[in-house]
């Protein structure tokens, strides 16, 4: 892990760092059923090589930074599949070493260096709601309290904190007291950087109906918070909402939402259309509102980060909207 903040060089020497968007839907363009409790998970022990190269996808097409396959991998969830649980640990470390290698072969041709830092590898560090492959990670509706959550978290914590990974992702997170347990597993882990990005009902509050002023204030105190903000969320709440998490800090803002469309838990389907020429606009808007990490979640593409990538870049920050 690293001794300094990973975000710091791109936010020099570019403004903003450019984050990737949804891997699932990759995966699943690509031919896989991700239907079951592992979601794409499963496919770290069946396809490991198509998960690398959907990473590599997203380096080539402009992130700066792309996040492991292990949102949905826990040792109870492998477990529970049939696995041993040493085989569950090698496959969360897996996760991130599929993410190291598919940098490092972006990084190793010539061409791709030019006007690019050496691209970051972030660990997910998933809610405990996608575990219980429930839709209690837009909900916040659990059975376990911060200790319990914090139980939950901690062994899988260890195995993504290794040396592979440059920054760890506690994503979608839509239940404050897990944010505290996560925070509490930061704060005993030297040396180890996290972002915390919340799954949100609308423009102010996080899934469980918390203020996410109050969620992002609590975080700030804090040394290795590298970032705060939102993901999954539709695009029409990230504007008041990065207002929200801007009124109480100047900590960078992380913002990746997902395509817009509609997720129906029972039908385990979304519902709705994708466009990836609009969410390039709308990131230059997020910048301009005060945003320093962008990329997309759930139904964007590579083509959202590179639309990403293209408008930040061509047009300088506007300074209101």
Request: with cysteine; hydrophobic share 40%.
């Amino acid at each position: 892990m690293a001794t300094m903040n990973p975000i710091t060089p791109f936010l020099q020497q570019q403004g903003m760092l450019v984050l990737d968007g949804g891997l699932a839907t990759e995966l699943e363009q690509r031919g896989h059923d991700l239907n079951g409790a592992l979601w794409s998970a499963r496919l770290l022990a069946e396809a490991p090589d198509v998960i690398r190269q959907v990473h590599l996808d997203y380096y080539r097409a402009g992130a700066d930074c792309c996040i492991s396959a292990s949102y949905q991998a826990t040792i109870s969830g492998f477990v529970q599949w049939g696995m041993s649980a040493e085989a569950a640990r090698e496959l969360i470390a897996r996760s991130v070493r599929l993410v190291a290698e598919a940098r490092d072969a972006f990084w190793a041709v010539e061409q791709n260096r030019v006007g690019r830092l050496r691209p970051i590898v972030a660990a997910s560090v998933g809610p405990y709601g996608a575990y219980l492959a429930d839709g209690s990670e837009y909900s916040g509706a659990y059975d376990l309290d911060e200790n319990g959550l914090l139980d939950f978290h901690a062994e899988r914590w260890g195995i993504l904190a290794g040396d592979e990974a440059d920054i760890l992702a506690c994503e979608t997170i839509p239940s404050f007291a897990e944010a505290r347990a996560l925070l509490r597993l930061l704060d005993d882990t030297p040396d180890v950087y996290a972002w915390f990005s919340f799954s949100c009902r609308d423009g102010r509050h996080i899934s469980d109906g918390a203020p996410i002023a109050e969620c992002a204030a609590l975080l700030t105190g804090h040394e290795r918070v590298a970032a705060i903000g939102i993901n999954c969320t539709p695009p029409r709440f990230i504007p008041e909402l990065i207002r929200a998490v801007r009124s109480v800090t100047t900590r960078p803002v992380i913002v990746y939402p997902n395509s817009g469309e509609t997720y129906d838990p029972i039908e385990k389907r979304w519902l709705g259309q994708s466009v990836p020429t609009e969410f390039g606009t709308l990131g230059y808007q997020w910048h301009a509102l005060g945003a320093d990490l962008i990329g997309g979640c759930c139904r964007t593409t590579p083509e959202h980060v590179h639309q990403i990538r293209d408008r930040v870049q061509k047009h300088p920050p506007i300074n209101s909207l």
